[in-house]
């Protein structure tokens, strides 16, 4: 290899080493997918995290990314060993970063690196991340206002937690939600969900429906619950004693083939969380029901764990003892809280957020 041949490739590695930065820094998780090799892998020991090949870096990318309050990384030049068509190489990184839970700190890292020449240039075989220092103490700053053109800002929370939230936050609740596993898709209003929910579920099914207004004001409750389409698991179970078959009860609603229902609260970090005041529905939404279905109005979606458990106290519970006092002459509670963060079975879960608002 002659010296100028040397001098380009320092080069082109340097230069790919800074664009995984800007790539990280703008959010543009395709691109610096496409800065390592097909089989590429990135390994962060620390978090952990370790995602081999594209589609993994991607999706890997999105779950993190989705977690940012405001995240800046700082590239320094580090070493570069040629061999050939091969290359290894440490960058040296500085860090600050927020997530929308409010973790935070400060961290120097090394990324340890293999490089490929490709047809397109160098790409990384692997980026190895190891932490040297991590100062997990406040920071005093804060993310720029969206206004001063800021790229790393806070979702500024809906005016109440009635209102639905403007498209782009709804969008980015679909990105959490998709990173964590969840089948996600975007309607319009109750009436396409509706539609959707009947193309959804076979003919024949099982069918367990929440104690939802969501489900009751779209009428999804009523398409389920009445007439014969459906195996429909609640009319059952209000068939029956509940002094005498409280352990048939427990298994019909345990374990149906589909679960239809709403949630208290999704976040922009894509997590789902559903509050009962018995528990009973629980199991079948936690995994008990082969597969599950959750309709979510817009007005559901906050930036995080935090501010949905406070939209299930300050906004839905009220509501829903109003609505229990009503209809059972008894006050609701929360008893029970389900924190849906990741779907582990691929397919199984199924999130139709709504561009509307409806139920509470």
């Not at 590239?75 to 060993?81: A, D, V």
């Amino acid at each position: 290899m002659n010296d100028f041949q040397a001098i380009a490739d320092r080069v082109e590695i340097e230069a790919l080493r800074g664009e995984f930065t800007d790539a990280a820094m703008m959010r543009d998780r395709p691109r610096l997918a496409s800065l390592f090799l097909p089989d590429g892998a990135l390994r962060m020991p620390n978090i952990p995290v370790e995602l081999v090949g594209r589609d993994e870096i991607l999706a890997g990318g999105e779950r993190l990314q989705s977690q940012w309050d405001f995240f800046v990384q700082t590239t320094h030049p580090g070493t570069i060993l040629l061999d050939g068509d091969t290359a290894t190489g440490r960058a040296y990184i500085q860090e600050l970063a927020r997530t929308l839970d409010g973790r935070q700190g400060l961290n120097y890292a090394v990324y340890h690196d293999r490089y490929q020449r490709t047809g397109e240039g160098w790409r990384f075989a692997e980026r190895r991340y190891e932490v040297r220092y991590l100062d997990t103490s406040p920071l005093a700053g804060t993310a720029p206002d969206a206004a001063q053109g800021g790229s790393g800002t806070t979702p500024a929370p809906a005016a109440s937690f009635a209102d639905p939230v403007p498209a782009e936050r709804l969008e980015r609740a679909a990105a959490a939600l998709r990173a964590n596993g969840f089948g996600v898709e975007i309607l319009d209003d109750a009436a396409a969900a509706r539609v959707r929910v009947k193309d959804l579920v076979p003919e024949g099914a099982s069918v367990l429906t929440g104690a939802s207004e969501t489900l009751r004001l779209s009428g999804i409750d009523e398409d389920i619950n009445t007439g014969e389409r459906y195996d429909a698991v609640r009319p059952r179970v209000l068939a029956i004693d509940r002094a005498t078959g409280a352990d048939e009860i427990r298994r019909l609603v345990a374990g149906p083939d589909f679960v239809v229902n709403s949630v208290a609260a999704v976040t922009e970090t894509g997590s789902l969380v559903l509050a009962s005041g018995s528990g009973s529905q629980l199991p079948a939404n936690a995994g008990g029901a082969a597969r599950a279905i959750w309709i979510v109005g817009a007005q559901k979606v906050v930036p995080d764990l935090s501010t949905a458990l406070r939209r299930v106290e300050e906004h839905a519970l009220p509501l829903e003892n109003v609505r229990a006092q009503a209809a059972y002459g008894v006050p609701s509670a929360v008893n029970r809280l389900l924190v849906l963060n990741a779907e582990p079975h691929p397919g199984r879960g199924t999130v139709l957020l709504l561009r509307e608002a409806i139920g509470y």
